[in-house]
Nanobody, 121 residues
Framework: QVQLVESGGGLVQAGGSLRLSCAVS????????MGWYRQAPGKQRELVAT???????NYVDSVKGRFTISRDNAKNTVYLQMTSLKPEDTAVYYC???????????????WGQGTQVTVSS
């Protein structure tokens, strides 16, 4: 059973910082691309940032320069450091991982349960 366990959400004032973590557990071989997505009330889920196993990153324009995605391959964990937070960053943040498992190196996409980030003005 593969699980993605997120932590680090909460309530912060505008201009503040938060760090999200997402750890992948279970009988896996490795994690490939990992990322963070978010969904605000009444809006569609959107990509925030992704990072490949080799460390290449991609960000949505609205968070460039404020958010930093990183990962620890040995721990199968991805992080999202969020700084200069704005009220419009308020959303449920979801972790996503492309997980490889089994003798045939099967790949499957997994999601975390989501963690609430609320930024007050």
């Amino acid at each position: 059973q593969v699980q993605l366990v997120e932590s680090g959400g909460g309530l912060v004032q505008a201009g503040g910082s938060l760090r999200l973590s997402c750890a992948v557990s279970g009988r896996i071989s490795s994690t490939d691309t990992m990322g963070w997505y978010r969904q605000a009330p009444g809006k569609q889920r959107e990509l925030v940032a992704t990072i490949t196993r080799g460390g290449s990153t991609n960000y949505v324009d609205s968070v460039k320069g404020r958010f930093t995605i990183s990962r620890d391959n040995a721990k199968n964990t991805v992080y999202l450091q969020m700084t200069s937070l704005k009220p419009e960053d308020t959303a449920v943040y979801y972790c996503n991982a492309d997980v490889a498992y089994g003798l045939g190196n099967t790949h499957k996409d997994y999601w975390g349960q989501g963690t609430q980030v609320t930024v007050s003005s």
